[in-house]
C-alpha cells in the first residue's frame, strides 16, 4: 500500500480499455451520483488496482472486480496473432495508406477480438467468471488515488471494475461543476465538465493520465426538459416522468482528460461540412445569432484541416458550446470543446473587430486539437508544449487561410513576444519541463509552452520550407493516430521528411530554457556574428543553441541563410553601405544586438520605410529588451522610437504603444520629474496615427485599422491627451443615452471607458457609476470584460481600492475577476496591500486553478525596488502553494529587473537632454 504513495505516476499492472460510465447530476441540490464499470487488462498477477479519485465519495459495498476469462477477447493471447495481418496494420502498406488510420485501428481491433475468440471457444475453462471483492479500500487525499486491496492474487486478462460513488457538483470550475445563467429571470444551474489536466478524477474513478486511453460509453440522467450532450451524438433516450436517460455512442480510443459533458438549458445554431461532419453552435437561450460567426469559422477550418492533416476529423459530430463560469479561454474536449461566451460568441452590434479575431483565434486552436491532442495525444506532461505550441501555432495557419486580409503571420509576432519576455528571465523553464506532482502540471499552461513552443515551430517551418513540413505533419498524425506521441516522434517524422537533422537541431531550443541574443557587427569588411544567452537581468547564460540566421543587405532581394552552430562565425561581405537585417521577417526565437552603426542605418532604413512590418516590430522588441537588461540606453531606445512617428502597421503600433506604456512606468520611478515630458512625446508620436484614423469606422476600413483605432485612442487617454479625454467624454455621454448611438461602436469602448476613468476622483465619482451602470446592465460577457478592464486604469487609489472590492463581490463571476487586475502605477502599493489582506479569500476561491497565478503577477510584477521584492518574499514564505510556486519566483526576478533598470536610468548621462531634443525636434 506505502509503495503506492508519492508516485508521480500510476503503477502499470493494470490497463483500462473500455469505460461505461452513468451519471445522475442534481441541479437542484449540487450533488451527483455515479457508476462506472472499467474493462480492465490486468497485465501482470497482481493483488493490488490502483487508479485516481478524489473529492468522491466511494460506496464502498459496491466495489468489486469481475474476471472474464472469456473476455480475453480484447487481448490475443501470447504468441497467437492474426494469419492474415501479423501485426498492427501499419500505413506504409500501400493499399492501406488509403484509409485513415483511426477506421484501420477500429478494423483491426475487432479483427482480433474475433479471431481469438474463435481460438478460445474449445476450452470451457474460459467462459468461467470469477467475482473479487477487494478487502481493503483506501482512498488517499494527496496522491488522489484510489487503492483496492484484494485478499488473491488476480489473474492477468480481462476483467470489469465496477464502482458506484457520489460527489459534489463544486462550483470551481474544475472537475464536475456548476455554472450558474438565468432564465426568463430566474437564476439556474448548468452542470458542466472541465476535466484537464487532471480532474477527470473528480466526476468518476479512472486512470487519469493522457497515455492511458480507452473507449468511454457514457450515459446520463437528467430532468427530460434539459440539452445533456457529451462526446459522442446521441444513441437512445428513455423518458420517464420528469426524467430522461440520454445514451451515447461508445466513443473511439481517447484520453481522459477529454471526456466532457454538459447539462443545462441551450438554443443552438447548425451546420455541415462538406463531408458530412454536423458543427452546432450551442449558446444561452435566445444568443443563437450570436453562435453564427464561430459556427462558419468551425465548419471552415474543419475542411481546412482535413485537407492539411490529410486526416478527416474522426468524430460524427462537433458541438461547441458557450458556458458562463469558465476557468479558460476554452478546452478542446473531443467532439464537445467548451468556451467562455466571449471566446466563441460574436454579437454584430455590440462586438469589436479585436472580439471577432480572438473567436476564430480560440476556434481554430481548439480545433487543431482535435487532431493535435486529440487524435494523436501527449504521452506525458512533459510534452504538454507539443499540444499546445502546436495548436497555438497552426490556430494563426488557419486564420491566415480563413482571413488574409489579418495578416496573421504579422500579429503572430505578439505570441513570439510573449514568449520571449518569459523566457529571459533566469526563473523561465525549458519547453520539455518534467514534471512530477499533478499540482505542478497547470503552471505548464504557460507562455513557454504556447508561445515559445508556437514559435520554435515556425522557426522550423520557415527552415525546412512548408510543403515539406506539411507533408511530413500528416505522416506524424497518422502514424501516431489513437495513441501517444512524444516530442522525438515528431522530430523523427519530420527528420524522415526532410533529410535534416530536425533532432539535433531542435533539441537546443526545447531541452534547455532560454534563447541566444546574437550580436551583429561589421569588422574588416566581415560581417561577425556571435550569440550568448540573452537574460533580463543583464547577466549571461552559459547556454548554447543552433540559430538558423537569414540575413539581408540593403534589399530583400538578397537574404542569404546559414546555421550558427557554433559561438561565433563570419561571412564576407562585399563592400557595403546599405542597412543590414538579421532574422529576416522574424521567424527566429531570437534576440539580436546591432553594433551603434547598423543600428543608426537601420533606424535610417525605418524612417525611410525601406523595411517591412515584422521586420519594424522585431528592431523595436529587439531594442526595448536591450534596454531593460542594461546593455542599451533608454537615450537610444527612445531615438529609435521617434523613427517610428509615421507607422501604421497594427502590430507594430500595438508593440510600440505597450512599449511606452512600460517605459511611462519606469520612468514615474526614475525620472519623476520627466514623466510629463515623457507622456508628452508619446501623445506625440502617435498623433499621426490617431489623425489617419479618427473616431470612426471609414467605409470599407480593413479589419487592421478597426483594431488599431481603440488601441491608439485608448494610449492617448492613458497619456492623459486632453482633447481625447474631452472627445471621450461627450462620445460616453451620447452612449449613456443610447446604447446604440453611432458614437461610440464596440472598437473604441474600451478607450473611451478608460478615458472616464482618467478624469474620476474620489469627489468626482459619476463617471464610474455609469460604468457600473452600464456593467450591470449588459448581458454581453465581451461588454463586461471592456469594463472590467477599463476600471482600474484610475490614478486615484480610494477608487482603486473600491474596484478591487467590487471584482471580488458577487457580482463579477469569479472567472472574470482578474480582468479588473489591470492597476495604474498610482494604484499599485493599494493593491499590494488589498492582495496581502484578501489573500486567504483569493487563495482559496482560485487557489486550486490558473486563475490564480494573474492575481500574483499583475500585482507584483510592477514594483521596482529591491526592498519590495523582499517585501513579496516574506509575505509568501509561508503562503506559497505549488500552483504559484514558479510565477511567484518570476513576478520578484521582474521586480529586481525593474529596480536595476532605475538605476541604470538615473545614471544616464543626457537622459533628460535628449527628451527635451525629442519634444522640441517633434513639436
Ligand atoms: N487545453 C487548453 C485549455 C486548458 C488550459 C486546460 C489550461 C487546462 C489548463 C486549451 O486548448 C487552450 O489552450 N485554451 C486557451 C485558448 C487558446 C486560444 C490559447 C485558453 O484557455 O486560454
Ligand atoms: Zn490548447
Not at 307 to 317: D, G, M, N, Q, R
Not at 571 to 597: C, H, M, P, S
Not at 799 to 827: H, K, M, N, P, Y
Request: aromatic share 12%; with cysteine.
Amino acid at each position: 500500500m506505502e509503495q503506492f504513495k508519492g508516485q508521480p505516476r500510476l503503477p502499470k499492472f493494470a490497463s483500462p480499455k473500455r469505460y461505461d460510465i452513468r451519471l445522475k447530476p442534481d441541479l437542484a441540490t449540487c450533488k451527483f451520483s455515479g457508476s462506472v464499470a472499467i474493462d480492465l487488462d490486468i497485465v501482470s498477477k497482481t493483488k493490488f488496482i490502483v487508479l485516481n479519485a478524489a473529492d468522491l465519495s466511494i460506496q464502498k459495498e459496491t466495489v468489486s472486480f469481475t474476471h472474464k476469462a472469456f473476455s480475453s477477447y480484447l487481448r490475443p493471447a501470447p504468441g497467437r496473432t492474426s494469419p492474415v495481418l501479423g501485426s498492427a496494420p501499419s500505413s506504409s502498406s500501400t493499399i492501406l495508406s488509403l484509409f485513415p488510420s483511426a477506421v484501420l485501428n477500429y478494423l483491426w481491433q475487432w479483427w482480433q477480438r474475433l479471431w481469438t475468440w474463435f481460438f478460445s471457444f474449445p476450452t470451457l475453462e474460459r467462459f468461467r467468471t470469477k467475482v473479487f471483492e477487494p478487502c481493503k479500500i483506501d482512498l488517499v487525499g494527496e496522491d488522489e488515488i484510489l487503492v483496492l486491496e484484494f485478499p488473491e492474487t488476480l489473474p492477468t486478462g480481462i476483467g470489469v471494475l465496477a464502482i458506484d460513488f457520489d460527489g459534489i457538483l463544486n462550483d470551481k470550475m474544475k472537475g464536475f461543476y456548476r455554472s450558474t445563467y438565468k432564465h426568463n429571470g430566474e437564476k439556474k444551474n448548468m452542470a458542466v465538465t472541465q476535466f484537464e489536466p487532471v480532474d477527470a478524477r473528480r466526476c468518476f474513478p479512472c486512470w487519469d493520465e493522457p497515455a492511458c486511453k480507452a473507449t468511454f460509453k457514457i450515459s446520463l440522467d437528467v430532468p427530460a426538459d434539459l440539452v445533456a450532450l457529451s462526446n459522442m451524438p446521441m444513441v437512445d433516450e428513455k423518458v420517464e416522468g420528469h426524467v430522461k436517460t440520454v445514451f451515447y455512442q461508445e466513443s473511439p480510443i481517447m484520453s481522459t482528460y477529454l471526456v466532457a459533458v454538459v447539462i443545462g438549458l441551450f438554443d443552438y445554431v447548425e451546420d455541415h461540412t462538406s463531408d458530412g461532419v454536423k458543427v452546432r453552435v450551442y449558446c444561452q437561450v435566445g444568443k443563437q445569432n450570436q453562435g453564427k460567426f464561430a459556427l462558419n469559422v468551425a465548419v471552415k477550418t474543419l475542411e481546412f484541416y482535413r485537407e492539411y492533416f490529410a486526416v478527416p476529423y474522426s468524430l460524427p459530430k462537433l458541438d461547441m458550446i458557450a458556458i458562463p463560469d469558465f476557468a479558460y479561454g476554452a478546452m478542446e474536449n473531443y467532439g464537445l470543446v467548451t468556451y467562455r461566451e466571449t471566446a466563441l460568441l460574436y454579437d454584430e452590434q455590440h462586438s469589436a473587430a479585436a472580439n471577432k479575431q480572438r473567436v476564430t483565434i480560440v476556434v481554430t486552436h481548439e480545433l487543431a486539437h482535435q487532431w493535435f491532442g486529440n487524435l494523436v495525444t501527449m504521452e506525458w506532461w512533459t510534452h504538454l508544449w507539443l499540444n499546445e505550441g502546436f495548436a497555438t501555432w497552426v490556430s494563426y495557419l488557419a486564420a491566415d487561410r480563413l482571413f488574409p486580409e489579418w495578416e496573421s503571420w504579422t500579429q503572430f509576432l505578439q505570441e513570439s513576444v510573449e514568449g520571449l519576455r518569459l523566457d529571459e528571465l533566469a526563473e523561465s523553464h525549458p519547453i520539455e519541463v518534467e514534471i512530477n506532482p499533478a499540482g505542478e502540471i497547470s503552471e505548464i499552461f504557460d507562455a513557454i509552452s504556447y508561445r515559445k513552443g508556437a514559435s520554435v515551430i515556425r522557426m522550423l517551418q520557415s527552415y525546412l520550407g512548408a510543403e515539406c513540413f506539411q507533408r511530413s505533419l500528416a505522416a506524424y498524425i497518422k502514424r501516431h493516430a489513437c495513441s501517444n506521441a512524444k516530442t522525438e516522434d515528431l522530430w523523427t517524422a519530420l527528420e524522415e521528411g526532410s533529410g535534416e537533422p530536425v533532432n539535433k537541431l531542435m533539441n537546443s531550443w526545447t531541452k534547455q530554457k532560454g534563447y541566444p541574443v546574437v550580436s551583429v557587427k561589421i569588422n574588416d569588411n566581415k560581417l561577425e556574428f556571435e550569440q550568448s544567452q540573452f537574460l533580463l537581468s543583464g547577466s549571461h547564460g552559459d547556454g548554447q543553441w543552433i540559430v538558423p540566421i537569414i540575413f539581408c543587405c540593403g534589399s530583400y532581394d538578397a537574404c542569404q541563410s546559414f546555421l550558427l552552430e557554433t559561438k561565433s562565425a563570419s561571412i564576407d561581405l562585399e563592400e557595403n553601405e546599405a542597412w543590414i537585417k538579421v532574422n529576416v521577417d522574424q521567424t527566429g526565437f531570437y534576440r539580436v544586438k546591432y553594433d551603434e552603426d547598423l543600428q543608426a542605418e537601420l533606424s535610417y532604413a525605418i524612417e525611410t520605410k525601406m523595411l517591412s512590418a515584422t521586420d519594424r516590430f522585431g528592431i523595436l522588441d529587439d531594442s526595448f529588451a536591450l534596454c531593460m537588461a542594461r546593455q542599451q540606453s533608454l537615450t537610444s531606445l527612445l531615438t529609435l522610437m521617434a523613427a517610428y512617428g509615421e507607422e501604421l502597421d497594427c502590430t507594430v503600433l500595438s508593440n510600440l504603444i505597450s512599449i511606452s506604456y512600460k517605459i511611462a512606468r519606469i520612468a514615474a520611478d526614475a525620472t519623476p520629474e520627466l514623466v510629463d515630458s515623457i507622456r508628452h512625446f508619446f501623445i506625440i508620436l502617435f498623433q499621426h496615427s490617431a489623425e489617419k484614423l479618427g473616431w470612426e469606422a471609414k467605409a470599407g476600413e480593413s479589419h487592421l485599422d478597426a483594431m488599431l483605432r481603440g488601441q491608439i485612442l485608448t494610449a492617448l487617454a492613458e497619456f492623459g491627451d486632453e482633447p481625447t479625454l474631452r472627445e471621450a467624454s461627450r462620445r460616453f455621454h451620447a452612449f449613456l443615452n443610447d446604447r446604440s448611438t453611432p458614437l461610440l461602436s464596440p472598437d473604441i469602448r474600451k478607450a473611451a471607458y478608460v478615458a472616464v476613468m482618467q478624469t474620476v476622483n474620489a469627489s468626482n465619482r459619476s463617471g464610474f457609476e455609469s460604468l457600473l451602470r452600464v456593467y450591470r446592465e449588459t448581458d454581453l460577457s465581451q461588454e463586461k470584460t471592456r469594463i472590467l478592464e477599463s476600471l482600474a486604469s484610475c490614478p486615484d487609489p480610494n477608487i482603486i481600492l473600491e474596484v478591487l472590492g467590487f471584482i471580488l463581490s458577487s457580482e463579477v463571476r469569479s472567472q472574470d475577476a482578474v480582468s479588473g487586475l489591470a492597476v495604474c502605477w498610482e494604484g499599485r502599493e493599494t493593491a499590494w496591500n488589498w492582495l496581502k489582506e484578501n489573500w486567504e479569500y483569493i487563495a482559496k476561491t482560485w487557489g486550486s486553478g490558473v486563475l490564480i497565478r494573474r492575481f500574483v503577477s499583475s500585482i507584483v510584477s510592477p514594483f521596482a525596488s529591491f526592498e519590495k521584492a523582499r517585501e513579496v518574499e516574506d509575505f509568501f514564505a509561508t503562503r506559497s502553494q505549488s500552483s504559484i510556486a514558479r510565477t511567484l519566483k518570476q513576478s520578484i526576478e521582474r521586480v529586481n529587473i525593474n529596480a536595476h533598470w532605475v538605476q541604470s536610468i538615473q545614471n544616464e548621462e543626457n537622459f533628460a537632454e535628449t527628451v527635451d531634443e525629442l519634444l522640441y525636434g517633434k513639436s
